[in-house]
């Protein structure tokens, strides 16, 4: 059974930082991309970040550029997503996927997810 258990959300104020975590378990293969992703209430889910299998590609929404960094210890089989600047609009509740995925469209999207975890900004 493949799980993945976020943690590290909570409240911060606009310009803190917050630091989320991930543990994947239960993949049967090694070697797949990972992602956050996040949904805003009354929004589509969106990526927010995503990490190629060895951590040496990382693709960032535009929105988080600059702002956000994401890494990976397979060691651990672990996911992380720094989160700096923090903006009222990052807001969300914050998903794990993976393995990554890709629609015709480009779209990503991810096998599984984990539950998710809150991040609220304030302004």
């Known amino acids: 059974q493949v799980q993945l258990v976020e943690s590290g959300g909570g409240l911060a104020q606009a ?3 917050l630091r989320l975590s991930c543990v ?9 991309r990972m992602g956050w992703f996040r949904q805003a209430p009354g929004k589509e889910r969106e990526y927010v970040a995503i990490i190629s299998r060895n951590g040496g590609s990382t693709v960032l929404a535009d929105s988080v550029k600059g702002r956000f960094t994401i890494s990976r210890d397979n060691g651990k089989n672990a996911l992380y997503l720094q989160m700096n ?10 998903y794990c996927g993976a393995p990554v995925v890709q629609g015709p469209s ?15 900004v304030s302004s």
């Open 24 to 32: 994947v378990s239960g993949l049967l293969y090694n070697g797949y």
């Open 106 to 120: 480009g779209r990503y999207g991810a096998d599984h997810w984990g539950q998710g975890t809150q991040v609220t």
């Open 15 to 17: 310009g803190g930082s």
């Open 85 to 94: 600047s923090l903006k009222p609009e990052d807001t969300a509740l914050y």
